[in-house]
């Protein structure tokens, strides 16, 4: 069974920074892009970054490029998100998700439950 | 940037009625490459649809995808009670991946 775990959010002031983690279990987590998507409270869905399966190639919302890095550790089956310069707008719940396509083209067949993220004085 | 926009915003509607969302891009989708995800209070998203018309694994038949190029439907035959959530578009034929706003099908 394909099961993703985020985890890291929380509580952090304006201009602070988080790193947030998935674990992925019950796929071959090398072989899958995957993807960390945002939602805003009461409100869609944000695409917010890629990373192909070997974390070679990585893709960013345009409103995030230099304050978010993705990363990936194959050998312990974990996608990560380093987000610096947080904002009150980067409140959300955080979701990682496991991608299917051609990079940078990804639709999401599997996702976790998400971590909240509060960016709050 | 592919802005997608769904409509109605929400669609009130009985169970065992037909439901018709609706997705228009402000630019034509390259190869279909649009998704369609439903998605409950307190829970993450699921995948309904991909390729516009393709069901995921485990997808009740009376959701079906269509359209091309700007305008894209979801349909569900007859709704079922666990059918009532709100449902996205996403195209994934360009980067940046975008969402539409999303559909809230709720019980009239």
């Known amino acids: 069974e394909v099961q993703l775990v985020e985890s890291g959010g929380g509580l952090v002031k304006p201009g602070g920074s988080l790193r947030l983690s998935c674990a992925a279990s019950g796929f071959t987590f090398s072989s899958y892009p995957m993807i960390w998507v945002r939602q805003a409270p009461g409100k869609g869905l944000e695409w917010v970054s890629s990373?192909?399966?070997?974390?070679?190639?990585?893709d960013y919302a345009d409103s995030l490029k230099g304050r978010f890095t993705i990363s990936r550790d194959n050998a312990k089956n974990s996608l990560y998100v380093q987000m610096n310069s947080l904002r009150v707008e980067d409140t959300a719940v955080y979701y990682c998700?496991?991608?299917?396509?051609?990079?940078?083209?990804?639709?999401?067949?599997?996702w976790g439950q998400g971590t909240v993220v509060t960016v709050s004085s | 940037e592919t802005v997608l926009t769904q409509s109605p915003g929400t669609l009130s509607l009985s169970p065992g009625e037909r439901a018709t969302l609706s997705c228009r891009a402000s630019q034509s989708v390259s190869s279909t490459f649009l998704a369609w995800y439903q998605q409950k209070p307190g829970q993450a998203p699921r995948l309904l649809i991909y390729?516009?018309?393709s069901r995921a694994p485990g997808i009740p038949d009376r959701f079906s995808g269509s359209g091309s190029g700007t305008d894209f439907t979801l349909t569900i035959s007859r709704l079922e009670p666990e059918d009532f959530a709100v449902y996205y578009c996403?195209?994934?034929?360009?980067?940046?991946?975008?969402f539409g706003g999303g559909t809230k099908v709720e019980i009239k």
């Open positions: 998700a496991r991608g299917i396509g051609s990079y940078p083209k990804y639709y999401f067949d599997y």
């Open positions: 390729g516009a018309s």
């Open positions: 990373i192909s399966s070997g974390g070679t190639s990585t």
């Open positions: 996403q195209q994934y034929g360009s980067s940046p991946l975008t």
